[in-house]
């Protein structure tokens, strides 16, 4: 199982960022794909999931109207883009997923590598 | 949403030593707790699920337990590799799933 996220990325306050996480070495539209992020020195932060199979979401409320999460099943990668970018969505964003848990209980056991995104005017 | 808090934010230990992190939520969340090791510069790795599941491959000197809102971890006979942020996280409220503020472990 490996989740391979795209490449840092620099923006200006009020745009959009679009970052990516390929999936491989399982069954991508049998699990959810997580997003978290987390800022410079704090703690990490759930933004939400997309299940992969259905393309639900679920979007945690700080975040609804900005984020969207879709996916592309033929290409097994997951989405993330983030818009109104502002000073402070300056994080690393990660992508994880929830493979080998065997009970009810939701947890993250594959994690991407990990997106630099910073927001600089 | 469900605040999760650690004790202590930061320790300092020795190799061998046993140490305990505590997590508590500020609403019952079952067994609905999972916990994290983070190092500087890399993605979290998990360590325990659903309070007291050994994540595969981790070693059974990590241990968890706790239930409704008050959990530990406990790693014996600490090695130098420990080092790093750990991180509970509760995945039982359907609003959003939300981590403690993490407690940092130093190796002597």
């Known amino acids: 199982v490996q989740l391979v996220q795209s490449g840092a990325e620099v923006k200006k306050p009020g745009a959009s960022v679009k970052v990516s996480c390929k999936a491989s070495?399982?069954?991508?539209?049998?699990?959810?794909i997580y997003w978290v992020r987390q800022a410079p020195g704090q703690r990490l932060e759930c933004m939400g999931w997309?299940?992969?199979?259905?393309?639900?979401?679920k979007y945690s409320q700080k975040f609804q109207g900005r984020v969207t999460f879709t996916r592309d099943t033929s290409a097994t990668t997951a989405y993330l883009e983030l818009s109104s970018l502002r000073f402070e969505d300056t994080s690393v964003y990660y992508c994880?997923?929830?493979?080998?848990?065997?009970?009810?209980?939701?947890?993250?056991?594959?994690w991407g590598q990990g997106t630099l995104v910073t927001v600089s005017s | 949403d469900i605040q999760m808090t650690q004790s202590p934010s930061s320790l300092s230990a020795s190799v061998g030593d046993r140490i305990t992190i505590t997590c508590r939520s500020s609403?019952?969340?079952?067994?609905?707790l999972n916990w994290y090791q983070q190092k500087p510069g890399k993605a979290p790795k998990p360590l325990i699920y659903?309070?007291?599941i050994l994540q595969s491959g981790v070693p059974s000197r990590f241990s968890g337990s706790g239930s409704g809102t008050d959990f530990t971890l406990i790693i014996n006979n600490l090695q130098p590799e420990d080092f790093g942020t750990y991180y509970c996280?509760?995945?039982?409220?359907?609003?959003?799933?939300?981590f403690g503020q993490g407690t940092k472990l130093e190796i002597k």
């Open positions: 070495g399982y069954t991508f539209t049998s699990y959810n």
């Open positions: 609403q019952t969340i079952s067994n609905y």
């Open positions: 997309i299940n992969a199979g259905n393309g639900n979401t």
């Open positions: 659903a309070a007291s």
């Open positions: 994880a997923t929830s493979y080998r848990i065997t009970t009810a209980v939701p947890a993250f056991d594959y």
């Open positions: 996280q509760q995945t039982y409220s359907t609003l959003m799933y939300t």
